[in-house]
C-alpha cells in the first residue's frame, strides 16, 4: 500500500476520501505479494493492483462499501476452484485482503496522513493494521517511527498497543513486511489479533565500483529496480557526472577508502567492474568483511582465479571468499553492456528472493518464493530491493 504514498497523500491534501485494499497474507502461488494494493476515491479514481488483474472488479466492489459503511472489509479469494474461477483467480494460490475505508469520520485518519506524510519524505516508517480479529478493531492503525515511538492506538487496553510497537518496530528494523499475532491484551501467547505490517525504509543502495560503459549500463538498470546508485571510480577523468547522469551519487576517491567512509546495511549491493588488481584486492578486502546483501566482482575466468588467490594472501578467509559472486552475473550470453548489466541484476534478484536462476520451463522450482525466506528488505524498492 505505502507504494501508492504520494498518490493518497494527494488525495488526502485535497479532502477526497478513498478506500484501499491490502494483499495481508498469501497462500500458495499469487500474482502479487503482501503490501500490494489498490485504492479507490470519492470520486471513482482508481490505483493501483492486488492481483494483477485477477480479482481487481471483485476488490473495486468491496472499496467501495467499504467507503460507503466506513467499515473495514476482509476478504479471501481462491479457496475454492469455482470461486477462484469467478474472480479470475486462476494462479491456484489464495489472497487475503483488507480494505480499510479513509473518510473524514474516519478514527485513524490523521495516522494515515502521518503514515503517507512520513513515506513521501523518505524517512524510515511502519503502519501496522488490523487484519483479523473483533469487527470493531479491523483496520485499526498504528504508526512506529524507528525510535520506537508511535502514533495511533487500538482501543484496547495500554499494553496492547505498545506490544503492537515493539513487534512492528522489529519488522522495521529489519525492514520487512509481514503479520504477527497478539491476544487482546498484547500478550505473544494469544492469536486474537492479526497485524499486518508494511515497511517503508529509504532506497538499498548499490555501489558499483569503476566507471567503465557496462557501469552506466548497471547504472541504469539498478535505478528501473529502485536502487539509490553511486559510481566510485579513484580516475577524475572517468568518474563525472556527464558520463553518469542517472546515477545518483559519483566520488572520485580509492575504492577502497571509499568503502570505509560511506554506509552500507542488509541490503547493500556491491558490484565490482573494474577487474584491475590495485584497486580490486584492497576493496574486496574490505567488502567481503561487511554484512551487505550481495558481493560480485566482473571478470574473466583467469582474473577470478588470480584475484581469489591474491585476496587469499591479503588475509581473506575461506568462508569470507565464499561470499563473492564472481565473475559476476548469471549465464545468459551476454555481450553488450546492456545485456551484460541485466545479467548482473538477474543474479541479484535471484540471490535477493532466493530464486535458483534456471529457466522456469520445464522446471519444478516455485514461481514466487516464500517472502519470510527473503533477505531482510528485499520486499520493494523501499522495502528492499
Given amino acids: 500500500m505505502l507504494d501508492l504514498a504520494e498518490t493518497l497523500h494527494g ?10 485494499a491490502t494483499v495481508v497474507a498469501v497462500d500458495g502461488s499469487a500474482p502479487r505479494t503482501p503490501g500490494a494494493a489498490l485504492a479507490v476515491d470519492s470520486r471513482g479514481t482508481v490505483i493501483g ?87 470493531a478493531l479491523l483496520g485499526r492503525a498504528l504508526l512506529v517511527h524507528p525510535d520506537g ?7 484496547g487496553p495500554p499494553e496492547l498497543d505498545r506490544a503492537v510497537a515493539d513487534e512492528t518496530r522489529a519488522l522495521l528494523d529489519a525492514g520487512r513486511t ?6 487482546e491484551r498484547g500478550s505473544r501467547c494469544g492469536s486474537a489479533l492479526t497485524l499486518f505490517v508494511e515497511s517503508s525504509v529509504p532506497p538499498p543502495r548499490m555501489i558499483v565500483f569503476g566507471a ?38 559519483v566520488v572520485v ?23 584491475d588488481a590495485k584497486f580490486d584486492i584492497p576493496l574486496l578486502t574490505e567488502a567481503l568483511r561487511l554484512p551487505v546483501a550481495f558481493v560480485g566482482a566482473m571478470g574473466s575466468r583467469r582474473t577470478h582465479e588470480d584475484r581469489n588467490r591474491r585476496l587469499r594472501e ?21 555481450r553488450t553492456p546492456e545485456e551484460t548489466a541485466l545479467s548482473i541484476a538477474a543474479e541479484i534478484v535471484a540471490v535477493r528472493q532466493g530464486g535458483t536462476g534456471v529457466p522456469l520451463t520445464g522446471s519444478q522450482t516455485p514461481i514466487h518464493h516464500d517472502a519470510n525466506e527473503r533477505i531482510p528488505g528485499a520486499t520493494g524498492p523501499h ?3
Fill in 178 to 183: 509481514g503479520s504477527f499475532a497478539l491476544s
Fill in 383 to 385: 522495502a528492499a530491493a
Fill in 49 to 135: 493492483s492486488v492481483s494483477g488483474g485477477c480479482v481487481e472488479a471483485a476488490v473495486h466492489d468491496l472499496c467501495v462499501q467499504a467507503l460507503r459503511d466506513g467499515r473495514a472489509v476482509p476478504a479471501r479469494f481462491g479457496d475454492h476452484p469455482e470461486d477462484a474461477f469467478a474472480v479470475g483467480l486462476t494462479c491456484g494460490g489464495t489472497i487475503e485482503v483488507l480494505v480499510t475505508p479513509v473518510r473524514a469520520d474516519t478514527p485513524d485518519r490523521q495516522v494515515w496522513a502521518a503514515a503517507l506524510t512520513a513515506v513521501g519524505g523518505g524517512a524510515a516508517a511502519a503502519l501496522a493494521l488490523v487484519a483479523r480479529g473483533p469487527a
Fill in 314 to 334: 591479503a588475509g581473506v578467509t575461506e568462508r569470507e571468499l565464499a561470499r563473492l559472486h564472481s565473475p559476476i552475473g548469471l549465464d545468459l550470453g551476454a
Fill in 253 to 275: 576517491d580509492w575504492p577502497h577508502r571509499y568503502l570505509r567512509r560511506t554506509g552500507t546495511d542488509g541490503r547493500t549491493v556491491l558490484c565490482v567492474l573494474t577487474h
Fill in 149 to 155: 515511538s508511535y502514533e495511533g492506538g487500538l482501543d
Fill in 212 to 249: 567503465v560503459d557496462f557501469a552506466a549500463a548497471l547504472v541504469r538498470t539498478a535505478k528501473f529496480l529502485g536502487y539509490h546508485v553511486t559510481v566510485c571510480d579513484a580516475r577524475p577523468v572517468f568518474a563525472t557526472r556527464d558520463r553518469f547522469p542517472e546515477a545518483d551519487d
Fill in 11 to 20: 488525495w488526502l491534501e485535497e479532502g477526497r476520501e478513498f478506500a484501499v
